[in-house]
């Protein structure tokens, strides 16, 4: 009989110093894939941020080098390298402890995006090596660091000086630790992206971005006088403007509030929002506050104006805010973000703030511009007319046509309720269906096989894919609704999965299945994506099964290498094609069984890039696909 496990003060563990962050990582930069990864190099940018926020640099350079390290150098005041009262240099304390820092209280820093005091010790952490200098009083002081343990020793609990220089500033140079993250090559679109983003946001700030990895070093100076203006400017670059850009600022309480926004002649609304120069991916307090007041100001001048009569219903958010592009900046000098990663605001404060100063500047802009109000309001009245036919027809194709998905067959829904435990697969084909239905738990795992390849919804319009049957289908089961288009009835508390998986052939056609999906799952339900609950299955490509031994599974072309490097006998292989040519047992062994199965969870990690990327692949412009595919050919996994 198993030795029953005690619980007594000896099953408590102390995690010392900074093995927390290695042992549990994700709780501190979200994940261990890319994103997580290329957030090391957001934590040291943002704390040289906080500087240029300060009024004590001007210049980053950012540099990703040939050795796969990362070098983050500012020209600001340099960290501090003196004596603290805990008996040893500053620049210590920060690198090598949770919760240490200068951002604490108000005294150094007014605003800035770091203020749980983990960033710098959270890399460090996370680095394979980690060196830093600072230029400080005519001299360079440095520190080094192996796998988040000092490897210099301190003289007289001081940093050893290493040369003499002009100027003050700190340069930070790391290696991922390839024994945590999945990949250590960090993503150097996203890095772009986030770097002239930044720069949008602080137009007096210059960063220089350097990539040594390639034959030919690239080399681009980020520096926005424009800010917020051109960024959205950027923002809309390919298409129709209705208006010019409508900038505002103002402050209230300490915090001040920084808006661009402009209107496009397309049926969707791209409202980002920042907070100390961190882009909150969920929103938050700052966005709820901006909406609410540019809605109330917008019915407000309706009928002021007789365009919205005494009968007539107000314009929704969803109305007033079709066809805009918009960037909200906050400086808050105590931000509250939900989670390390800071993708959501949290402060009350912020709404408040927010809203005074939309509708003080807002008003005042649109009582000196009648013209630019009425074609604001004109997109207004557009969206709610397409809004109501679109109510219409929803309740046409949506109610009135409620499957019951035993007797049409398409849905093996699972016999638990309980959401949380619950996945649904969407699987391709009749034939793999058939063997995943079979071979699945019916407790907590529901099928739901497509035929073919679901319809391009970047390229078609509402109707067109509310019309289609194995949308309708989806739309469906999951429960929750969808947010395309003006009635915007989405609700994630209604989803009835917890993970939706996408289980594909691993093939081409396959790939194009799996796209399709996502590019409907992001357009129509992108917060499924955000939220975490969308998945990729890996089913293996390869059985090997030796002469002698136990047969075994590969995943991909590299776990096969490895296979044939580790085997040394005969053994024949077998190819997978596709899932339908796996019997039950062996579809429940390699990508059902939660023990045993991979799956890829979907991240977004750049909004804009994503929306910009997804538009480019999947819209009506070939020529700039071609280009994208001519550029990335070197990066593509080929099925040969």
């Not at 090997?544 to 292989?573: I, N, V």
Request: hydrophobic share 35%; charged share 25%; with cysteine.
């Amino acid at each position: 009989m198993a030795k029953e496990a005690t619980y007594d003060a000896s099953s408590i563990t102390v995690l010392e110093g900074l093995e927390a962050v290695r042992r549990r990582p994700g709780m501190y930069i979200g994940s261990v894939s890319t994103k997580g990864l290329n957030h090391l190099i957001y934590e040291i940018v943002d704390n040289a941020v906080d500087e240029h926020l300060a009024g004590h640099c001007d210049t980053i350079c950012v540099t990703l080098e040939a050795d796969g390290s990362a070098t983050i150098e500012d020209n600001g005041r340099g960290i501090p390298v003196g004596m603290h009262e805990k008996g040893v240099s500053a620049e210590r304390l920060v690198f090598t402890t949770l919760h240490a820092g200068g951002k604490f209280d108000d005294s150094a820093y007014k605003t800035s995006g770091g203020l749980h005091g983990v960033g710098s010790s959270v890399v460090n952490a996370l680095s394979t090596y980690l060196t830093v200098q600072v230029k400080n009083g005519g001299r360079i002081y440095e520190d080094k660091y192996e796998r988040g343990n000092p490897t210099v020793e301190l003289v007289d609990g001081l940093l050893p000086v290493i040369g003499k220089a002009k100027g003050t500033g700190t340069k930070v140079n790391f290696l991922p630790d390839d024994t945590i993250f999945d990949k250590t090559r960090f993503k150097e679109d996203e890095i772009k992206s986030r770097m002239h983003e930044t720069a949008y946001l602080n137009p007096a700030l210059t960063i220089i971005f350097e990539d040594r990895r390639k034959e030919e070093p690239e080399s681009i100076t980020y520096h926005e006088p424009d800010g917020l203006i051109g960024f959205i400017k950027d923002m809309n670059k390919s298409t129709q403007p209705v208006c010019d850009v409508i900038y505002f600022k103002g402050e209230s309480d300490g915090i001040s509030v920084e808006g661009a926004f402009q209107y496009i002649n397309e049926f969707h609304e791209n409202v980002l929002g920042f907070c100390n120069n961190i882009y909150n991916a969920e929103g938050g307090t700052h966005l709820t506050g901006f909406k609410t007041a540019f809605t109330n100001i917008i019915n407000t001048y309706a009928r002021e104006l007789n365009i919205l009569k005494e009968k007539d219903a107000n314009f929704t958010g969803t109305d007033v805010r079709n066809g805009m592009t918009a960037v909200i900046s906050l400086k808050h000098p105590d931000p509250r973000f939900e989670g390390q990663t800071k993708t959501k605001l949290d402060n009350q404060d912020a709404a408040k703030v927010v809203s005074k100063v939309t509708g003080e500047e807002i008003v005042r802009y649109f009582d000196r511009n009648l013209e630019i109000l009425k074609n604001i309001i004109g997109c207004a009245e557009k969206a709610a007319k397409i809004r109501k036919a679109e109510e219409k027809a929803r309740t046409n194709i949506l109610t009135k046509q409620k499957f019951s998905f035993d007797s049409n067959g398409k849905l093996a829904n699972c016999e638990s309720k309980d959401a949380s435990k619950c996945e649904i697969f969407i699987v391709e084909g009749d034939s793999a269906g058939g063997s995943a239905k079979t071979a699945r738990n019916r407790a907590y795992q529901a099928i739901l096989p497509i035929r073919g390849k679901i319809l391009n919804v970047e390229k078609a319009s509402i109707d067109k894919v509310l019309a289609n049957a194995e949308i309708k289908t989806m739309i469906n089961a999951f429960g929750c609704g969808f947010s395309e288009g003006y009635g915007n009835d989405f609700d994630i508390t209604k989803l009835r999965y917890d993970k939706i998986i996408i289980m594909a052939d691993a093939d081409v056609d396959g790939a194009h299945i799996s796209t399709l999906l996502l590019t409907l799952f992001y357009r129509f339900m992108p917060e499924l994506i955000y939220e975490g609950h969308v998945y990729i299955a890996m089913p293996p490509l390869y059985k090997a099964m030796p002469s002698k031994g136990a047969e075994q599974y590969l995943y991909d072309d590299k776990a096969l290498e490895q296979y044939r490097k580790r085997h040394k006998g005969p053994f024949t292989l077998q190819r997978y094609k596709g899932l339908g040519e796996m019997d039950a047992d062996q579809l429940w062994e390699t990508t059902l069984n939660p023990e045993s199965r991979i799956l890829k969870q979907v991240e977004i990690e750049d909004a804009r890039m994503a929306s910009e990327v997804t538009e480019m692949l999947m819209g009506t412009e070939v020529p700039p696909r071609k280009a994208f595919i001519y550029e990335h050919a070197t990066d593509a996994e080929l099925d040969i």
